[in-house]
Each structure stands twice: as structure tokens, then as C-alpha cells.
């Protein structure tokens, strides 16, 4: 992501160049890098998000949220088949998913409270600790696609209980909504399994407001999701070889 690649280029650059300072024989360059830095945050801060727009529906996502201005996308191939990667979808567990639980106590900034996506306790599937805690199930079409979602800015005064039914009528303005889901595809004797995840903001306020935190995090996110792909990859492979 482009904005996220500024920002955090703007902040190594930002530090160096403070580095730089230090020392008096480098000092003009140093404020040439600190200026080039402060340069590279602001252009990630204010850059505008893009809409984009579903061309042809082809998932449960594509329906539910047609339309989005954040989104991450990964995918993986493993060896077996629709079936047992969609079981290991539902099964796999937070303690199964390399560095999970460290980049999401550093995403929660070691904040203790109860369980959640980003605070999993015991040995609960994660989707299901998810659906629990501020998810809703959106779609289970087995073995070929899971989606879940949330609701991440609501309007002052708002009240109400997150339903399915907030993801299929018009929201006003002051709203963000997330959607995440897990497609698979038969591919010969395997499967190809990916993970989307897409924000769509209602307004232009809440775009910018939503925008500086998806910037922040999206490297770690980016890279849980691709740990969550590995972790379903070994354990639907794992369960084909018994």
C-alpha cells in the first residue's frame, strides 16, 4: 500500500536524519533527509483513499461489500483439498498462527481486556473467538467461502446491535464497515486459499478519520494474514496426511 510505504519510509527517514544531526560534519544532510522525511508522513497523511468498485461479483464479499476504499488481499496454494482447507479455516486456532498474539498485543498496545480478535484467550477456533466478540457472520458457503464482519465507526448517539442486516441496506454517513473473508478454489489436486479483507467508509470524514489508523497498522495486518494463511495451510495438510 502506497500511503503506509510513505509513512513508515517518512518515519525511517525522520530518524536517520535526526541521527545525522548529531553530528556536525553531517548536518546539511541531515536536514536535506529530515526535510525529505517529514515530507514523505505528510503526503501519507493527507493522501486521499480511492474508491473502488466491484467489476463482476464473484464472492459473498463482492456482494456484501461491493464497493471500498481499504482493502489487503492474500492467497496461498495448498495441498489438499477444498474440503479439509475449509475445516482448517474454521479450526485453526490464534496459538497455531506464528507471531499472532505479539503483533496484536503490540496493535492493542499491551492493553489487557477481554477476549477478542486482537486479545484470543485459551484454545477457541478464531473465527469463533471473532463472532463472539464484535463479528458478525456474514456468509458460511462450505467447503467454499467464510466471510465475517464488523462494524469500525459508527456516528455519536448510535445504538443498536450489530446484525448481518447492516451489511445489505444504505448506510448514512459517519459510518466505516470491515468485511474479511476466506475463499477457496479447487487447483488440480489442491486448493488455492485466500483471505480479503475490505473497509468501506461512508463519507469522506470518516475516510480520512479510518485512513490514518489502516495506514499505522497495515503492515502488521498484512502480515497476520499471511501467517493466518500458513497456519491453515499446515494444519489442512497435516489432517490430509493422517
Partial sequence: MLASTLLYSGLVLTFAALLMLLRKRARRRGLALLVI?????AIAWTLPARKQRVQRVASHLDELVPAWQFDEKHEMRVAA???RVFDAIREVRADEILLFRTLTWIRRAGRKGPESLLNPGGRKPLL????SSGFVSLADDPPREI????VLIVPPGTRGKLTPE??????PPGFAIAAMNFLVRPDGDGSIVST????????EVSGRRFAKYWRVIYPG?????RMWLRAIAKRAEISRSR
Fill in 37 to 41: 522525511g517529514a515530507a514523505c508522513v
Fill in 81 to 83: 483439498p477444498p474440503e
Fill in 128 to 131: 469463533e473467538v471473532a463472532t
Fill in 147 to 150: 466471510v465475517i464482519g464488523t
Fill in 166 to 171: 447492516v451489511f445489505h441496506r444504505q448506510l
Fill in 196 to 203: 480479503e479483507t475490505r473497509v468501506y467508509a461512508t463519507d
Fill in 221 to 225: 495486518s498484512a502480515l497476520i494474514r
